[in-house]
């Protein structure tokens, strides 16, 4: 189901006009009223007057997490506070959170794009839903809420964690549509698998998977073991959280960026260069109709690339590949590249492992050291009962990791298991992938 017809099929030519007007807008609107970027305009000796076609964005200076950190915590916001209706944070793991804002214009724009999300994953009006993304600072929660309300879903306000309780809401309510993390979603999986309830037992259908990176094959084991279509959103705070692209049920192969609200590239990381469609590199956004944190060619980090062909489904949105790394990611070590998407891909074949991971790379005098630390699955660590390093199995298991990282990284890395939720995480619930301790 296509949630607005209207603008998410919208023939390219009026779209892209759409897009540069609204453009020429927000560049004038955030020039008046956003001080640290007019003057980053005029450094960059760039007028409001520059901006007339969708390409001239690239004359733009770009904006950065750092300018949330410098101008922490209201000094990017384009409109004085008692227009504010609402703030939320994302938590980085170190330092202070980065803070975002919303009018009310700027919240109905959020619940129209989740409730195209919705909509695109599979939901229908009137299905009953879990929200289980963290309510709170996090926009996860209360973002597709606003979205299940908008299109008339039935929400069960369920937040992140508690699996016990997920579960018990997940057998007695009987939602159709869920959204969560896909590390998460595994982890439902696999208590419901251990409670031996089957697929087929649960009314589920649906499930809207993002806020962390993912692949295809942890795709696969979520789509059987939970007996569901499993579909990627992508969102981020800066830009307005959940909603800014989702797959369609159709294609399943991409998501669809809502392009009449943000405007995407996808440049070089090294020299900020625009790179065609199909290129990999830096994801930029610039918002198009938000009042409270209009974000002008912001710098996401997410490495993806651009996939302009047209989609069964009909929409005319550009979609973005899977997230494959973080330019901040981007590990060179002994001369190699390694994101963390090549060790999830290397553990998600070992059942014993859950996907929590993360990866620290060290310098012993002048060779880097690449360790993954990894939790074990709860119902193995159980079976283990704990994680003796004289245990044979443990040792097995070491060994399998070892090899099966080996065969996908060509490095040799240092494999710690761990117990089971013991890994450090942040208020969102997300894990730190890397730790480069090469520089400190
Ligand atoms: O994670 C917003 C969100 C909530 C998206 C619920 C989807 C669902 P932040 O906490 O600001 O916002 O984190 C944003 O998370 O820059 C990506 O690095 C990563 N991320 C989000 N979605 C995906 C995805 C929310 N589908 C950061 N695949 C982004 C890979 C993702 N990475």
Redesign the pocket.
Known sequence: MIWNREFETLPRPELERLQAERLRRVVRYVYERVQPYRERMREAGVSPEDVRHREDVAKLPFMTKRDFRDHYPYGLFAVPLDRVLRIHA??GTTGKP?VVSYTRHDLDVWAEVCARCLAASGARPGDVFQNA?GYGL???GL??HAGAERMGLVVVPASGGNTERQILLLQDFGPKVL?C?PSYALTLAEALEARGVRPGQLALRYG???????TEAMRQQIEEKLGIAAL???????VI?????NECLEAKDG?HVFEDHFLVEVVDPYTGEPLPPGRQGELVFTTLTKEALPVIRYR???VASLNPEPCRCGRTFVRMS??VG?TDDMLIVRGVNVYPSQVEAALVGLPQLSPHYQIVVSRERTLDELEVRVEVDPLYHHALGGLDPADERVQGLLRRAYESLYGVLGLHVRVTLAAPGSLPRSE?G?LRRVVDLRAS
């Open positions: 994302s938590s980065t993304y996090f926009t996860g973002g597709m959204a993390t809207i998977l993002g806020a962390e990176p993912w990627n959103i992508y969102g981020l705070s800066e959280g959940p909603g800014v692209a998501a996401t980090g997410d899977r997230v973080r969102g997300k």
